[in-house]
C-alpha cells in the first residue's frame, strides 16, 4: 500500500507519490477495456489516489476507459488531471490552446470521463502563437463555473512558467499550480531550471517518462536482442542504437542496471526511486500496459536511495543532463525553426 502523500504544490491537495497515467489504455496500447479497468482499480486499491490522462490519449479512448474505472463511487476519492491542446479533428481549430477550442474541449473531457469536475486541467504543450493570457483567461472562467478545480502545463520552458505566475498576478487570472515535466535517470535537463522554478512559484511537479519510454524498463541491454515492441515501431528513431545519442542511452542503462543490481532493486524500482528523491518533485506517472507492469512499478515510493547510489548515479549522468536531445519532450520554435534565427534576405 502507497502510504504517503504529498502536496500538490500550495493547493492542499494531497497526492500519491506515484500517479498513474492512462495513455497505454486504448487503442494505442491495452485495447482490452475490462483489462484495463481491472488494471486501474489494483493501483487505486494500492493506495494511488493521483490518475493522468488526455484527451488525445487514443482519440479520446482512454478518457473513457478511466471514466468507466471512476464509476460507482470511486470519483470521489480520486485527484483526476487530464490534459487539451493535441490535434483531435479534421478541423483545423479542433486543437490547440485558444478559448474557443478549450472551452468545447473541456466539455468533450467531463463527458468521456463521466464527471461534473476536472481536478487538475493541464495545457498538454506550449503554443507561442496564441497569447498564453487567452488560455488562462478561459481556464480561468471553468475555474469559476466549478468545471475545473486547478491549471497545470506540462513541458513548458522556464520563462513560460514564469510567464503564466505574471499574468496571473497582473490580470487577474487564475495561478498555474502544477507542471508537468519529461523526467529520467537518462534526461534530467530539468534539473537546470524547471525544478528549481517551480520550487520558486510554488508549483507542484508530476514528472513523465520516468522510464525514458522504455530505456530504464531493463529490457535494454549491452549485446542483448532489441526487444519488439509497438514503441519502437511508431518511433524507430529514437531507439536506433547505430544513433550515437541512442548509443550512450545504452551504455548509461546498462551501467545503472548493474548499480541496481548491486543495490538489491530492479532498474525499474531505481529509476523511480531516482525521481521521486527530488524535493521538488510531487509525483511520478507509471504508465502501466499490463498488470505485470503495475505490479512491478508498486511500491518504488517507498524506497529511499543512499547518497552513495544517488553519487554513483550522478557520475553515470551528471545533474541536469539529457542524453538525447529528443527527451526534453519540447522543442521551442526557435530552436526547431531555421527561419527564426536568420534575418530575412532581401
Not at 497545470?152 to 513560460?160: D, R
Request: proline share 5%.
Amino acid at each position: 500500500m502507497t502510504t504517503e502523500h504529498r502536496l500538490l504544490g500550495r493547493t492542499g491537495v494531497r497526492v500519491s507519490p506515484l500517479c498513474l497515467g492512462t495513455m497505454m489504455f486504448g487503442a494505442r496500447g491495452n485495447t482490452d477495456h475490462t483489462d484495463s479497468v481491472r488494471i486501474i482499480h489494483k493501483a487505486l486499491d494500492s493506495g494511488i489516489n493521483f490518475v493522468d490522462t488526455a484527451d488525445v490519449y487514443s482519440a479520446g479512448e482512454s478518457e473513457t476507459i478511466v471514466g468507466k474505472a471512476l464509476a460507482g463511487g470511486r470519483r470521489d476519492n480520486v485527484v483526476l488531471a487530464t490534459k487539451f491542446h493535441g490535434s483531435l479533428g479534421e478541423d483545423t481549430n479542433e486543437r490547440g490552446n485558444s478559448r474557443r477550442w478549450i472551452v468545447r474541449e473541456v466539455e468533450n473531457s467531463l463527458r468521456r470521463l463521466g464527471t461534473d469536475w476536472i481536478d487538475l486541467y493541464q495545457v498538454h504543450r506550449p503554443e507561442p502563437e496564441t497569447d498564453f493570457d487567452e488560455t488562462l483567461g478561459a481556464l480561468t472562467d471553468l475555474v469559476r463555473q466549478g468545471k475545473i478545480r486547478y491549471i497545470g502545463t506540462s513541458t513548458f520552458e522556464p520563462s513560460a512558467i514564469v510567464e503564466g505566475q505574471w499574468i496571473a498576478e497582473r490580470r487577474g487570472r487564475e495561478r498555474v499550480v502544477a507542471e508537468q515535466p519529461p523526467y529520467s535517470l537518462l534526461a534530467r535537463g530539468i534539473e537546470r531550471e524547471v525544478l528549481p522554478v517551480a520550487q520558486r512559484y510554488g508549483l507542484g511537479v508530476l514528472t513523465w517518462s520516468p522510464l525514458a519510454g522504455g530505456w530504464l524498463s531493463g529490457r535494454y541491454r549491452k549485446g542483448a536482442e532489441q526487444p519488439q515492441s509497438s514503441r519502437i515501431d511508431r518511433q524507430a528513431a529514437r531507439f536506433d542504437i547505430a544513433d550515437p545519442e541512442n548509443a550512450a542511452k545504452l551504455d548509461a542503462a546498462e551501467a545503472l542496471a548493474q548499480l541496481a543490481d548491486e543495490a538489491g532493486l530492479s532498474l525499474v524500482r531505481l529509476a523511480l526511486a531516482f525521481v521521486l528523491e527530488h524535493p521538488a518533485v510531487t509525483s511520478a506517472i507509471i504508465g502501466p500496459r499490463t498488470f505485470e507492469q503495475l505490479e512491478a512499478q508498486l511500491g518504488a515510493d517507498r524506497i529511499r536511495l543512499s547518497r552513495d547510489v544517488l553519487d554513483r548515479i550522478d557520475k553515470i549522468v551528471p545533474p541536469g543532463t539529457n542524453l538525447s536531445a529528443r527527451d526534453g519532450g519540447y522543442v521551442p520554435p526557435a530552436l526547431g525553426e531555421p527561419e527564426l534565427r536568420r534575418r530575412a534576405r532581401p
